[in-house]
């Protein structure tokens, strides 16, 4: 076989393979929440699929998150309309829309929210149960088995004034933080039974393509041979993103090195999009990703307010986290710190994510403001006039939602959200193959390669910008898409 | 022959060419900064080189602009020493490394700092004539013949706390902004003194691979006629960025959409990007590019400030304009302006690149606040509290130099800065192909690509952001990494 056969880029030509050791209509790479829904999809098509997966087991990253999914729009889904929110299709649009900027993929996200209801009913036709209540309070993911929260950005400036607010997170029927786990055993479950076969420990090396560069199949990796597939219909790159590939974010995604907790699996290489690019796919929003200073629980903290090393805010702090977080870390300050009443301080101890140490305290602003070695009068400045509009519900400075505005009052309290100063900064990719909403992958032209498909963080998804994440896009994006791939790949 | 062979991105394999209508040691694509000089040092080296132009004369992108050259560090050059500067090599490769930010590359900018100054004597030998002058106004470039002058934000915070700052744009000899034909004119002379062969109307279509992936020559269309060249030691890739190819800064580059005057010559459409995407070459900091918004002269306008439509600033205005403009583009507000005494408007309407209309005129602050549209009390407050301390030279928010800093006086003003609002946003590309600090091409593992080489907005070079962007960065990006690679392309 050829001597290239074992890097991810360089594809290999089929004419040089001799015998096939797997063959099947759909050949997916990756068995988390894009590779599942697409063979669930696939099966259900009728077409014969085979899942390889590098792992031992299902799960991906999907298993690892919450398995928030954002979905809501055509009047809302079944949670929300019970929640009493008839959320409307052009509002999840256009939030979607601005929280993309001017990365977003508008064919994308118009399929995704014409499309929402439907998965969320498509999800509960699998298994997956949701309960009809709302979680209402400012929190990064329901510690209840409720459902329907606001998952991001919706009621802040301003996309607050782009969009009319509505929570579009549904976490699963479970108690805290389960929902991952619990999404891709009711996955799996539906994998096995559609008769799905799987591979497990098997890794994708590289792709087949014919005389005229369709995608023809897949070199994989089992028992230390390598074994060749031929896939009829196509290929699906379901393998993932690249945060745990240190020298690729380095090269493509840098900003994203203050981050100091990857958030994903640790197949999350790159291969897929790789793979891709080897055979000609334009690989798009490269340098973006979801990078956090995740400051709440406890959710009183909100009333705080963010400063850099000049004493001055830069944000609005009722902002999703990652908005906030994004924000933080693209600031030119030596140092970022959360400044507070002590009495907001309450439960951070015990549940607070962030990690940051107190940096200072004072009974007076002064005070603080000398602990923490910011320039005189800059810290007080800020409070003062921070105050000052708190007090009437105002924020003229940056628009901070008069729910999260009142005076931060004696005695203050600030807290070291540096990145790299012992805080948590979790961070993940959001670049990736360019695809059509159907999962086709473009090439450099902007045409589909013939029998390559692709979702998830493989790809450039809904999701283009940590400043403008919600929790839930990336699940949401994944199982969606999938599903969509897995169509496409079974109809071809 | 192939059909494939008229497309930029599939390369053609050798073994289907059945003859060479050139044959040639280096073959240098675009006859612009970068590639003249490969071409010079190539032939210097001894190498038959020759040069294809698509256009029907040399120029490139270097022709259209003022030809500013960033230049220090070493104790200085010539001119530097002689305006009273020792620039050290540290303070240049300190704020190299700033502007550029996390997306820096340390090898590229170490490699030009060290060979800086002999950069400029090579230059001096080649014809280029610099005068021992300084040009002391804050200006986007020396409309005089004198040489030096900042053309950055090395006097700006951050940067002043991070490097010494010193002025490092170099400026030809020559009155007004004529330094462009005349350094391509200078340039294109040695190129024929150096007998290099030049087909002009020659356009690049593709590369030619051999057997193991070596680039070994070119496509060329001339007359429309497809011909190949057989380039023995390499192919360098001189051909631009890509503003001009719309449908390619929309995938790639988002962002810089919100431009609208593209910086470039007719040929900046990516193809050598492409060209070197195809053979398997890594595209890196594809997102970025250089936007601004040119607001001097006069420079008397940097003693305004300029606020997002909550009446806030947002920045030290006493930055480069590019950095500047990097930050207004990306505010989240429907308006800019930039607000002034109306002494400070001076030259504006005879003298202005910028294109802004008057928004609004006030006896009051409250009177221009009221005609701008921005929230009550908001702009009253901002320039109140900026008067305050620019009275003692201070800026506590934003850092502002002193020298910059007055109080705002009646009668004001006030410009609408809008993006898309009849102002001039110039706007060019920063990404492109990872290259070694040699010009050698890097592929998507990060070893270098044999026969092939590139220079100029083709790569990814020393400018990496546009909040970093000094004039003169790209021109001497160019010229120092386009001999770079015209050595190691004759060389190999």
């Keep these: 076989m050829s001597e290239n056969s074992s890097s991810p880029i360089k594809p290999v030509q089929m004419n040089q393979v001799s015998n096939w050791d797997f063959e099947t209509d759909v050949a997916i790479v990756g068995f988390g929440g894009a590779g599942s829904c697409a063979a669930i999809e696939a099966s259900d098509a009728g077409a014969e699929v085979i899942l390889f997966e590098a792992s031992s087991d299902s799960g991906g990253s999907t298993a690892l998150s919450s398995a928030e999914i954002y979905m809501g729009g055509n009047g809302g889904t ?11 299709s052009e509002d999840m649009f256009n939030y979607l829309m601005a929280a993309a900027g001017p990365q977003a993929d508008e064919a994308k996200i118009r399929a995704y929210v014409e499309g929402s209801v439907d998965h969320f009913n498509w999800l509960v036709s699998k298994g997956i149960e949701f309960k009809d209540t709302e979680y209402k309070q400012r ?26 607010p509505c929570p579009r997170g549904h976490n699963l029927y479970i108690e805290g933080d389960n929902g991952g786990p619990l999404f891709m055993k009711i996955m799996t479950e539906n994998v096995h039974k559609n ?10 090396l590289s792709l087949i393509v014919d005389d005229q560069g369709a995608v023809a199949g897949l070199v994989v990796r089992q028992n230390r041979e390598e074994k060749y597939v031929r896939a009829r219909k196509g290929v699906v790159l379901c393998a993932g993103g690249f945060i745990m590939n240190e020298a690729m974010v380095k090269r493509f995604a840098p900003f994203l090195l203050a981050g100091n907790s990857p958030i994903g699996n640790p197949g999350d290489t790159g291969s897929g999009i790789l793979m891709g690019m080897g055979v000609g796919a334009a690989a798009i929003n490269m340098h973006e990703g979801f990078i956090t200073l995740p400051y709440y629980p406890p959710s009183s903290l909100t009333y705080g ?3 850099n090393d000049l004493g001055r805010r830069y944000i609005n702090e009722d902002c999703y986290h990652g908005r906030v977080g994004y924000f933080s870390v693209a600031q030119e300050s030596k140092r970022i710190f959360l400044v507070f009443s002590a009495e907001d301080f309450q439960d951070y101890q015990t549940n607070s994510y962030l990690g940051a140490e107190v940096a200072g305290t004072g009974d ?12 005189a009068g800059s810290l007080v400045d800020t409070v003062q006039e921070y105050n000052r509009f708190a007090a009437e519900g105002k924020d003229p400075a940056f628009n901070k939602s008069a729910e999260w505005l009142k005076p931060i009052t004696a005695p203050f309290a600030a807290l070291d959200c540096t990145p790299g100063r012992g805080v948590f900064v979790p961070v993940f990719t959001l670049g990736g193959l360019d695809t059509l909403p159907s999962g086709e992958v473009l090439d450099l032209e902007g045409k589909a390669i013939a029998g390559l498909y692709a979702a998830g963080r493989t790809t450039a998804g809904i999701p283009r910008r940590g400043q403008g994440y919600s929790s839930g896009m990336s699940v949401g994006d994944a199982t969606f898409f999938g599903r969509m791939a897995g169509k496409a790949a079974a109809a071809n």
Tied chains: 1, 2.
């Design 78 to 88: 079944r949670v929300q309309k019970a929640c009493g929110y008839d959320d409307s």
């Design 139 to 164: 929190a990064i993911m329901s510690m209840t088995d409720d459902c329907l929260l606001y998952t991001g950005s919706e009621k802040a400036w301003p996309f607050r004034e782009l969009a009319k």
């Design 195 to 204: 008769g799905v076969q799987v591979e497990f420990e098997t890794r994708a």
């Design 305 to 307: 307010i963010f400063v």
């Design 364 to 375: 007076t602003i002064e005070e603080l403001e000398g602990e923490l070695g910011l320039p």
